[in-house]
Every structure is written in structure tokens, then in C-alpha cells.
């Protein structure tokens, strides 16, 4: 009896069926997946509820794991909008004529196979495939344990709309749970061409220094707003808020406020709101003071040399009073993970210095942090946010799942 395929040369294979797949029936996959995703509501709910019941609600993890109808149908919406999008593949990036008449082309193309390492965030599943599948690339999901039950009701889900519309099953794979998969997917050479680790510094660490793959680095987040000497009050009060307290357990929340001394006395007003979210603030002993009394006693604690360079995932946040931009930029140089830094300030020539001086993927003036995200940059879903310089840096849509090849034609050329 023939014994089935590995998912290796399942998903090889697959990958290569991509390229003869036109974009106009990609789209109508993920027209008809989006479709299927709300229909299959109850039992992706269903499968979600048993991975939450392992999860205590008080772990700030609890919200990324957590589906809702609403949040399916958002990733409905997603689906629809990655569907929309022109295609990346085929794209002419440079045409030129040498002088004997060879005539050579740079041409966008999938990177073919595409490994995804990621926490218990199961929305990930849908955004990784959608993007895989518009970019020509078969992907192969490891997701965690945590999120086992919800991560297989998906793939089940689009893997039933491939096969409705005859495409391969290895388009789309999700490893088992455990580590031993992540290994077997970190060594394998000459099937995945690329891995994208998504979840905090520990998982983002071990990927980059056990995989044989080339890895891009995304999702671990370090973020920082200064409040400048001339910054606006009630913007930067806005933007606190909401850039810590949206959404506390994503990458882009506010980890660390570093604020001019000179605007000490608004800490206090700066701070109000976050109270009201019960948000724990380690202050630095002058940012101590100036909320000492003016904050809840029991969310306010004296900052020490561990309280900055943390990514808290948490409803917690540091404080650090610096005498001016250039201690400002110097600290965010020193604890910064290169996702997203912000500055609150009325002053052109600040901003300007911020802009260049801080070496980050998104630099945000007067904005919340919380926008670093494909979908609010306009590439549809994302794959993550990459916080490296080679290849792709910030939300990584559509065209950052893309390499490229040279095509090269001529009439007999011969060289001498």
C-alpha cells in the first residue's frame, strides 16, 4: 500500500500547483472563505470555548485567545479586503536592455513555502492563509497549545473550501502542538523557505537561534511615547490611553511614557484616564511625586532598573523623566525593540530630530502606537510586524511575502 505524503512533500507540491492558480480564482477562494468563516461561527466558537476553559481569564493572554462573532466576523472582513488587493506577483521591479540586446527583467514572485511560529492568538491562522494564498505561498502553521482546538477548527474550515474548489490540501498545514513539530519545521531545509516567528521575545529568540531557515523577525514590542516639552495636553492624554489600555496583550501597546521634566506638573492629568483601567505605573522618583496623591496608591509603585525594556502585555506601564529629547532619544535607544516609538510634541524641529534620531520601523508624531498594523496601513490583513532591517521592516502584507527572480531572454547570445 502507497503510504500517504509527509506534509513536506505535500506542501512542496502544493506550492509549486500555486503558480499555475490565476488570481482571479485566489480571489474567489477567499471570497468564498470569508463567507464560510462566518457560517462555521457556532463550531469555531465551539472549538475556541474548550482552549479558553484551559486559560485563566486574568492572564492578559486571555483576550489574544479569545474569539467572539464579532472578532469572526472581522476576520471575514479582512479575508475580503486581502481580496480586493492587486496581486504583488508579477510585477516587473526593473526592465533593461544590455548592450549585446539581452534583455533582462526583475519579476515579483512567492517566496513558495512559508512557516509560521505563533502564540495563542487563533485570528492568525485566517490572516497568515489569506495573505499565503493572494502572494502565491503555501504555509505551514505552528501554533501553540494553547490555541490547538481553535487552530484546527480553522484550518478544517479552509481546507474544505480548497478542496471545493480543487485546489491542494497542502496549501495550507498546521503542525501538531508540542515543540518537537517547531523543531521538525526549523530544520526543514529545502522545503520552507522562509519563517516568520510571531509572539513574544522568548518564542522570537528560540526560533532565531535553533532555526537552519532564514527567520524574520516580528511581534516583540517595546514601545515608548515622549511627551515633549511642547507637546499638547489632551493629545497626549488620548494617546496614552488608548495606545496602553486598547488592547493590552498586542505588540503595539504602550509599554514605557518618558516625559520632559519641564511638563512634570500634567503627569497628573497625562495619567487620569489610566486609572480608570486600573493600570499599575512604575514611576521614576520624580514622576513619582509629581503623582503621588494624584494617582490610586495602590497602582503606583517607585520604578528600579527593571521596570524599563519590558514588554508588559499587561495593564502595567513604566514612567521615565529625562531633561530633554536628547535623553529621551537616548533612552529609547537603549531599551527600544524597534517596533514603534512616538512623540507628542507642537515643535517641528523636535519632531524632526525624533524622526531621524530613533531607529525604530513605525516613528508615530501626535499618534497612538496602536495603529502599527497592516490593516490600518492599508495592506489588507498582516503577517506581522517585522522589527529588522533586511528584507522587510514594520506590518508585512502582501508584497513583503514576495522575492523576486530575473528573467533573462535574448536571440543566441554567447558570451566570450
Known amino acids: 500500500m502507497t503510504q500517504p505524503p509527509s506534509w513536506k512533500q505535500s506542501t512542496v507540491y502544493a506550492s509549486r500547483s500555486l503558480n499555475l492558480v490565476s488570481d482571479e480564482t485566489i480571489n474567489t477562494v477567499l471570497l468564498a472563505l470569508a463567507d464560510e468563516a462566518v457560517a462555521q461561527t457556532e463550531t469555531i466558537l465551539n472549538e475556541n470555548a474548550k ?24 476576520i471575514a472582513t479582512d479575508i475580503r479586503n486581502v481580496a480586493s488587493l492587486p496581486s504583488p506577483l508579477g510585477k516587473q521591479l526593473m526592465e533593461t ?20 511560529i505563533y502564540e495563542a492568538r487563533p485570528n492568525v491562522s485566517f490572516d497568515v492563509f489569506s495573505l499565503c494564498l493572494k502572494s502565491g ?50 530544520n526543514a531545509v ?58 493590552v496583550s498586542v505588540c503595539n501597546a504602550l509599554d514605557c511614557l518618558v516625559i520632559n521634566e519641564k511638563r512634570l506638573t500634567d503627569l497628573p492629568a497625562l495619567c487620569d484616564k489610566l486609572a480608570t483601567k486600573k493600570v499599575i505605573i512604575y ?50 535607544s537603549k531599551f527600544s525593540s524597534k517596533h514603534s516609538e512616538c512623540i507628542v510634541s507642537e515643535d517641528n524641529k523636535q519632531i524632526q530630530f525624533f524622526d531621524k534620531m ?19 496601513f492599508g495592506l489588507g490583513a498582516e503577517i506581522g510586524i517585522s522589527t529588522q532591517k533586511l528584507h522587510a521592516r514594520g506590518p508585512m502584507g502582501l508584497a513583503e511575502l514576495c522575492s523576486y527572480k530575473w528573467i533573462i531572454k535574448g536571440e543566441g547570445q554567447v558570451r566570450g
Not at 198 to 215: A, Q, W
Not at 225 to 238: N, P, Q, R, S, V
Not at 300 to 327: P, W
Open 283 to 332: 514611576a521614576d522618583e520624580k514622576a513619582y511625586t509629581s503623582l503621588n496623591g494624584n494617582y490610586p496608591t495602590e497602582l503606583l509603585q517607585k520604578a528600579n532598573d527593571e521596570s524599563y525594556g519590558i514588554e508588559f502585555l499587561d495593564y502595567k506601564m513604566s514612567i521615565k523623566t529625562v531633561a530633554s529629547i536628547y535623553d529621551a532619544v537616548e533612552h529609547i
Open 358 to 376: 530613533v531607529d525604530a520601523a513605525c516613528i508615530y508624531t501626535n499618534v497612538s502606537t496602536a495603529f502599527t498594523d497592516g490593516a490600518q
Open 190 to 247: 529545502g522545503t520552507v523557505d522562509v519563517i516568520i516567528p510571531r509572539g513574544g521575545k522568548g518564542l522570537i529568540d528560540f526560533v532565531r537561534d535553533n532555526s537552519r531557515i532564514p527567520v524574520i523577525e516580528t511581534g516583540a514590542g517595546i514601545c515608548h511615547t515622549y511627551f515633549d516639552e511642547f507637546g499638547d495636553l489632551a493629545k497626549g492624554a488620548e494617546i496614552i490611553f488608548n495606545s496602553k489600555t486598547r488592547r
Open 97 to 116: 536592455v544590455r548592450p549585446n540586446g539581452m534583455k533582462i527583467s526583475k519579476i515579483s514572485v512567492p517566496f513558495g513555502v512559508v512557516g509560521i
Open 137 to 186: 505561498n503555501a504555509c505551514v502553521l505552528k501554533g501553540g497549545t494553547d490555541a490547538y482546538n481553535s487552530n484546527l477548527a480553522i484550518v478544517t474550515v479552509i481546507r474544505s473550501v480548497l478542496q471545493r474548489f480543487g485546489l491542494e490540501r497542502g496549501i495550507v498545514t498546521l503542525l501538531p502542538a508540542g515543540r518537537e513539530a517547531a523543531t521538525e519545521l526549523m
Open 51 to 74: 482552549d479558553l476553559a484551559a486559560m485563566e481569564k486574568s492572564n492578559p493572554m486571555y483576550d489574544r485567545l479569545l474569539l467572539t462573532k464579532e472578532r469572526i466576523e472581522g
